[in-house]
Every structure is written in C-alpha cells, then in structure tokens.
C-alpha cells in the first residue's frame, strides 16, 4: 500500500519502479530461503528440499 501510493504521488519512485520491485522480491526470497534452511534440526542442510526447490523453479519456469 505505501508503495503504491509513493509510487502515484511522486514520478521519482516510477520510474524505478522495476528496481525498487526486484530488490523487494530479492528481500522476500531471502528472508524464505532462510527460514527454510535454517529450519532443520542442527540447520542441516536436507537435499530433499533443494530437489523440491528446483522443481518448483522448473513448474513456475513452464507454466
């Protein structure tokens, strides 16, 4: 919502509209990669979500 706003009430914020959304997905997607590997017991790192991962990536990729 306040982005939104920002983004209407002042061209600074729209022109770098494609910036400022790829840094808040990179946030998001590191803030969810975090919690799901550290999650784990002892934050072991479990292959079987990295494999669940990439097919994930490859279905969003084809779809």
Known sequence: PLGSYLSE????FESYETEISALVVGIFLHISTT???E???GHRFNVS???VIV???AIAYFM
């Not at 009430?9 to 600074?12: C, K, L, Q, S, T």
């Open 35 to 37: 919690i799901l590997f």
């Open 9 to 12: 009430i002042a061209p600074f």
């Open 55 to 57: 097919a994930a990536v």
């Open 49 to 51: 979500k990295l494999i």
């Open 39 to 41: 999650s784990d017991k």
